[in-house]
């Protein structure tokens, strides 16, 4: 029988490294990242009573997860034998600090990227903008319908949720459908398809499941969530490019899109305009603090010439170079205003496919330089890429299979 009046052996309180080491495991659940890594972490104090002070920065002092991350500090911490009670101290990060949190984030988030429909060796284009009016979506079919006319399989995802406009662009009316592939557990939804050339058009757009006249009065989780469906839940099949037609502005869909798709390239469109290139200096902003790369900038309504040869820059001159300047990226080309090109938007027909004015020569021309430059396809005539990276990840998926499902 032991004696009740023997003492209790002590147990040492637990070190700095070891407080630290616990704090690694609580993850902020906006971030999705340890506070640690994030540098949230502003000090830890280990008294010699069992005392442990930890000081957490927030990214404002008002944060609504406050309650969440001071449960998860108490009661990790409080699990070592050593330690007799916890006690936060609160802060603010400064805007610095709070610039450097994000970047951690967003480089985490790209590292941890998850699976989509899209194949690996697919070179992944968005077409982005700071601002609407400047002919983005235009530029993008264009684009795809020249890439496609030089014998490539080339995807065209509508990502304007809000603003939809590639179905009329391209000429398609049909209504997606889902149905079941091989080496999928559930229906995938199938893109329309249009033949250019020796090469095909898939096509995914929200025009596609409501009517062209319907508002889509969602928030910004629903455009993200519809972004993420397309990517996970359209069987693409083969692709060698895919050509995204990005949204105005940095939001939530550009967010998600450099989450899931992080080896996207950026093609961006400004208009001549002093005030339009420095609101798409913005969307080159957002690719460099989501890592994504900047391949080139496109200046569309260049100029208008009338049928006297006489060339007006109706919307100003010179914005496309100042922003491929500032941004340190290539100027691809400068697209002329002409009446053809809206006129062949109309009418579902790209001036890039047969058209012979100079708008029509300048987006085959930058499509040309994309492809045999900037961004090679590996297939058909690009390089060959049986030995890289992404073919032997493909090959290991086929060889596993598909993934079980829970």
């Not at 972490?41 to 944060?63: F, H, M, P, Q, Y």
């Not at 499509?367 to 690009?382: F, H, I, K, N, S």
Request: with cysteine.
């Amino acid at each position: 029988m032991s004696d009740a009046s023997t003492p209790t052996t002590r147990v040492e309180p637990p070190t700095r490294e070891a407080v630290l080491g616990v704090l690694g495991s609580v993850i902020d659940p906006e971030l999705g990242a340890d506070i640690v890594t994030l540098g949230m972490v502003s000090g830890v104090e280990v008294a010699d009573d069992g005392v442990v002070t930890v000081g957490i920065k927030l990214t404002i002092g008002g944060c609504p997860l406050r309650a969440e991350i001071k449960r998860e500090v108490e009661t990790r911490v409080g699990l070592h034998p050593g330690v007799t009670d916890v006690t936060i101290t609160w802060g603010e990060m400064t805007s610095e600090e709070r610039s450097e949190v994000m970047l951690k984030a967003r480089w985490n988030a790209r590292q941890l990227a998850p699976d989509t429909e899209v194949p690996l060796s697919c070179r992944v284009l968005a077409i982005a903008s700071g601002k609407g009016g400047v002919g983005k979506s235009s530029v993008t079919v264009n684009l795809a319908a020249a890439i496609a006319a030089r014998g490539f399989t080339v995807g065209v995802l509508d990502a304007d949720i809000w603003g939809f406009s590639v179905p009329r662009l391209l000429g398609i009316g049909d209504r997606m459908e889902a149905e079941r592939v091989e080496g999928s557990d559930r229906p995938k939804i199938i893109p329309n398809e249009r033949t250019v050339g020796d090469g095909r058009l898939k096509v995914v757009s929200t025009g596609f499941l409501v009517e062209e006249d319907t508002a889509l009065m969602w928030r910004g989780l629903m455009l993200t969530k519809a972004v993420e469906q397309f990517l996970r839940d359209v069987h693409w099949g083969e692709l060698d490019y895919l050509l995204i037609d990005m949204p105005p502005g940095t939001g939530d869909v550009q967010m998600g899109l450099a989450r899931m798709l992080p080896r996207t390239d950026l093609v961006i469109v400004t208009t001549p305009a002093l005030a339009a290139q420095k609101v798409a200096q913005r969307a080159a902003d957002m690719a460099r603090r989501s890592f994504l790369q900047v391949v080139g900038v496109i200046e569309n309504m260049s100029a208008f010439t009338c049928e006297h040869g006489t060339s007006y820059a109706l919307f100003g001159s010179g914005g496309g170079a100042a922003l491929a300047e500032a941004i340190g990226a290539p100027l691809l080309g400068q697209v002329p205003l002409e009446a053809d090109v809206a006129a062949g938007g109309d009418a579902g027909a790209p001036v890039a496919i047969d058209g012979d004015g100079a708008a029509a020569r300048a987006l085959r021309e930058i499509a040309g330089r994309l492809v045999d430059e900037l961004v090679p396809a590996a297939t058909p005539d690009g390089p060959d890429m049986a030995g890289c990276s992404a073919r032997m990840l493909e090959a290991v998926a086929a060889a596993l299979g598909p993934k079980p499902t829970t």
